[in-house]
């Protein structure tokens, strides 16, 4: 049986103000806004730079009768253990950070070189999502003497919270039809890979926040089949939903909770 194809992956955060946060990624990092609705009360919103794709959310319950709003639960500079919320592949970081800078974006981690071969820099947004720009190492002279101009990115690659990174590469690839990708030789990071939707995983302790990440499937009956077949944790079935997708919902190991859509 031939593996469906997955073309791409989607952060999706939750936010307090979206049309604010629209604003930002448009008026600051250069993203389009692609969806925003719906027009009376504006909650859900995407925006898209190049092959990146964001998906904001804005979530309240009833308390006592009225409405409350859920506070944005970041992974950025939260304790144990320092992580970011999306690292977004950039083929010239150095090309983005002169664009960034020339708009007055403020850095949370200015360009550098990493000690893991990266060099990239981090922006933090209106509810402190750290956005890592990066790209693998690959020092030039002509580098030096490019001028600044607007720099293309790739798709954001999602970085998810669980207990042990051998064990979530493991079941990502018996189970849901990923690769292996790298893990780093102290066990606290690693990735695995499928078609054009890679991920990372970062070992954190427990409490700690499952992420929630769209995933655009061009056969969602064909990848639906497959991964119910193979034995994967689907809690909510394929069904036309009133926005108009079909969907379902998968959760991993460590309650990550995915949104297969078409």
């Avoid at 580098?143 to 798709?155: G, Y």
């Amino acid at each position: 049986m031939t593996d469906a194809a997955i073309s791409g992956i989607a952060p999706f955060f939750i936010v307090a103000d979206v049309p604010a946060t629209l604003a930002f990624y448009r008026d600051q990092l250069g993203f389009e806004v692609t969806y925003s609705g719906p027009p009376d009360d504006v909650f859900f919103g995407i925006v898209s730079r190049d092959g990146a794709m964001i998906m904001f959310k804005a979530l309240g319950e009833i308390v006592d009768g009225q409405e409350v709003r859920i506070d944005p639960v970041p992974n950025y500079g939260r304790k144990p253990a320092f992580s970011i919320d999306a690292h977004v592949s950039v083929p010239d970081p150095d090309a983005l950070a002169a664009e960034f800078a020339a708009r007055g974006v403020p850095f949370a981690a200015p360009l550098a070189d990493t000690s893991d071969g990266l060099r990239g820099f981090i922006v933090k947004d209106l509810d402190g999502y750290g956005l890592f720009f990066a790209a693998v190492k690959e020092p030039s002279a002509e580098n030096a003497h490019k001028t600044p101009r607007r720099a293309t990115i790739a798709a954001p690659v999602a970085e998810l919270p669980v207990e042990d990174v051998e064990r979530a590469q493991r079941h990502y690839c018996d189970v849901l039809g990923f690769t292996f990708g790298w893990l780093y030789e102290d066990k606290t990071i690693g990735s695995v890979k499928r078609d054009d939707a890679p991920i990372f995983f970062r070992r954190r302790a427990r409490p700690f926040e499952p992420a929630v990440h769209w995933i655009f499937a061009p056969d969602i009956d064909a990848l639906y089949a497959e991964l119910k077949a193979a034995g994967a944790n689907i809690v909510a079935p394929l069904d036309k939903m009133p926005w108009g997708l079909r969907q379902f919902t998968l959760h991993d190991l460590d309650g990550n909770v995915f949104y297969f859509h078409h």
